[in-house]
Structures are given as C-alpha cells and as structure tokens.
C-alpha cells in the first residue's frame, strides 16, 4: 500500500537543526553534533511521517533519537514535526540507512535501533532491496551497545518469518522476545501511522524484539 500525500507545513520553519544528509555528517557522526547532550541514543530506520520520533522523543528527554529516511520529501516532513514540537533531542537524516550504519556509526554507541514496516519489495527478483538484509543486520549487531536492543515490526508474515530466521543465522543476537500488542488510549496512539492504519483495517503486525548480550 502507497504512501499517503502530506499535508504542507510551515515553510518558514527553521530545519537546519533537525534536518541532515550524510555530506553534511562528519566521520565518525558521533562528532557532528547532532544534539546538545551526550545521552544515549537510539535510531529508527525509515522515519516516514514521524510519528515514532516526535512520540518518543517528546516522552523520553534523557535520550536523543535519530531518524534516517531516504526519501526526501519525508524527511523534511519528520524534520517540520520535530521542529513544530522545539525537540532538541531528535533530528533527521535524509540519506540511505544502509550507507549510514556502514560508514558513520562507532562500534557499540547505539541504544536501540527500531525497524518499523520496512518496504517489503514483492517481487522475488527484488527481494535483495529489503534493507533487513545480511549485511545490515551485522551492522546492527556491530553498533549497538551491550544490552541494546532491536525492534523489528511488520505486517508482512513472509517478510517476517524470513527476517528473524536471518537474524538468528547471522547474528549473536538474543531473540525474538514477544512483543505484547497494547491497547491504543486514544486515536494516535500508534508507534507509527503505517501501525495505526493496519490496525484499524483488522491487519495483523508481526513485532519482535532481539538484545545484544555481552559476551565474555
């Protein structure tokens, strides 16, 4: 299912502090500041409209939250949120994820890394576009801190099947845990619009969750 028009917001707001392409990250990103504490932080690969981010963000000051989402126009979307709400503990990367984790991101400095109804891609000859491939799920495992956790939902059962089989495969990651689905207390109250949308169509969610554990 598409992705829905957006609605346009204030283009008078000031993005520069919530919106970033990877051109403008330095190598290691930690040193961009991005933020103006060195708390913990946790990224979510594929921010779409943002409701995850503002959420989170909003609910959990002591900690800093990244979004990264490849198409721009999305983007600047999250960003205008972000900046309609003074978050100074969350801002936006356009940019590929993949070529983010591979090439800015240190060794365990991660919290948590969410992955929220990636694009499936159908067709079995493009099944190689799905970013929860190999090569990503080991930079996963390779940034997130002792104790950090992974956060895989989707609504593709296939998708979902094949993606924990690969996590297990790959991967020293302890999982899946079950992630128990919560009750909404009011009409937002999603992890993400694409979550909200499947659950009031009767869809089912597929959720799971994985932990890095120390090793001796």
Excluded at 22 to 47: F, Q
Excluded at 131 to 151: K, P, S, T, Y
Excluded at 162 to 169: D, E, V
């Amino acid at each position: 299912m598409g992705r829905r028009a957006l609605r346009i917001k204030d283009p008078l707001l000031e993005l520069d502090s919530y919106l970033k392409t990877l051109d403008e990250l330095s190598n290691p990103w930690e040193n961009t500041g991005l933020w103006d504490s060195a708390n913990p932080v946790e990224i979510e690969v594929g921010s779409g409209k943002g409701m995850f981010l503002v959420r989170v963000a909003t609910e959990n000051p002591d900690f800093n939250f990244l979004g990264v989402e490849v198409a721009a126009k999305y983007a600047r979307f999250t960003a205008s949120r972000l900046a309609r709400a003074k978050l100074s503990n969350a801002c936006v990367i356009h940019g590929d994820a993949q070529r983010l984790f591979a090439e800015f991101i240190s060794s365990a400095s991660v919290r948590s890394v969410h992955v929220y109804f990636p694009d499936p891609w159908w067709k079995k000859r493009h099944r190689n576009r799905r970013v929860m491939n190999e090569r990503f799920l080991m930079d996963i495992q390779r940034v997130l801190m002792d104790g950090g956790q992974l956060n895989f939902w989707t609504d593709v059962a296939e998708y979902f099947q094949t993606t924990i089989a690969l996590i297990q495969r790959v991967t020293q990651l302890v999982g899946p845990h079950e992630v128990v689905e919560s009750v909404p207390q009011h009409d937002l109250d999603y992890r993400t619009h694409f979550e909200r949308r499947m659950r009031l169509q009767g869809e089912p969610v597929y959720r799971s969750s994985f932990e890095k554990v120390a090793t001796v």
